[in-house]
T-cell receptor
Framework: DTGVSQNPRHKITKRGQNVTFRCDPI?????LYWYRQTLGQGPEFLTY????????KSRLLSDRFSAERPKGSFSTLEIQRTEQGDSAMYLC??????????????FGPGTRLLVL | AQTVTQSQPEMSVQEAETVTLSCTYD???????LFWYKQPPSRQMILVIR??????QNATENRFSVNFQKAAKSFSLKISDSQLGDTAMYFC??????????FGTGTRLTIIP
């Protein structure tokens, strides 16, 4: 068990470019979450997958954002036409789904995005 | 409102001392969970401690303990015998529908040698 991994760890891009981040959850964790964390703030929920199904999206996830988890394993988060306001740390977390009680989410190291 | 409030943006304490971080939250539920997460500088977030609201006993994990006051909707974290490795951002969090977490704004804790 190597924990949640995210790639790349850092990304610098120019405004208007597209970027894609990858998250590999802990194996056999069927729940996967994406969060965004801006400087000086706590993480904010973006979207949630149960296996390959995207079950919830935050209003923060504009139409420039898309997330997938095609085989219920790794997930990608793509941002199209990046804006400077997209600069943030993007965190991925996974948890098992074994019913009650509420499961602990395990976080990856994050991808820090800087849009110039 | 699904809010979690941490009113202490920064705190510092001498090594080996005890420090308490505050957290308050909103809820209309009777049974729920609360978490404290730690985010060390440039490292990933890890769970420090969790509390189930229906349990009256405060959770304890080694040097970390909570003071859970359900009526006051307060959930503070006490770190005893603080160590240099405790230097980090600390976030209070609550899960809501689909167990997505709502976090407070965090407290930056510095342990001074």
């Amino acid at each position: 068990d190597t924990g949640v991994s995210q790639n790349p760890r850092h990304k610098i891009t120019k405004r208007g470019q597209n970027v894609t981040f990858r998250c590999d959850p802990i194996s056999e964790h069927n729940r996967l979450y994406w969060y965004r964390q801006t400087l000086g703030q706590g993480p904010e929920f973006l979207t949630y997958f149960q296996n390959e199904a995207q079950l919830e999206k935050s209003r923060l996830l504009s139409d420039r954002f898309s997330a997938e988890r095609p085989k219920g394993s790794f997930s990608t988060l793509e941002i199209q036409r990046t804006e400077q306001g997209d600069s943030a740390m993007y965190l991925c977390a996974s948890s098992p789904s074994r019913g009650n009680p509420v499961q602990t989410q395990y976080f990856g190291p994050g991808t820090r995005l800087l849009v110039l | 409102a699904q809010t979690v409030t941490q009113s202490q943006p920064e705190m510092s304490v001498q090594e080996a001392e005890t420090v308490t971080l505050s957290c308050t939250y909103d809820t209309s539920e009777n049974n729920y969970y609360l978490f404290w997460y730690k985010q060390p500088p440039s490292r990933q977030m890890i769970l420090v401690i969790r509390q189930e609201a229906y349990k009256q006993q405060n959770a304890t994990e080694n040097r970390f303990s909570v003071n859970f006051q359900k009526a006051a909707k307060s959930f503070s974290l006490k770190i005893s015998d603080s160590q240099l490795g405790d230097t980090a951002m600390y976030f209070c969090a609550r899960p809501f529908g689909n167990e997505k977490l709502t976090f407070g704004t965090g407290t930056r804790l510095t342990i001074i040698p």
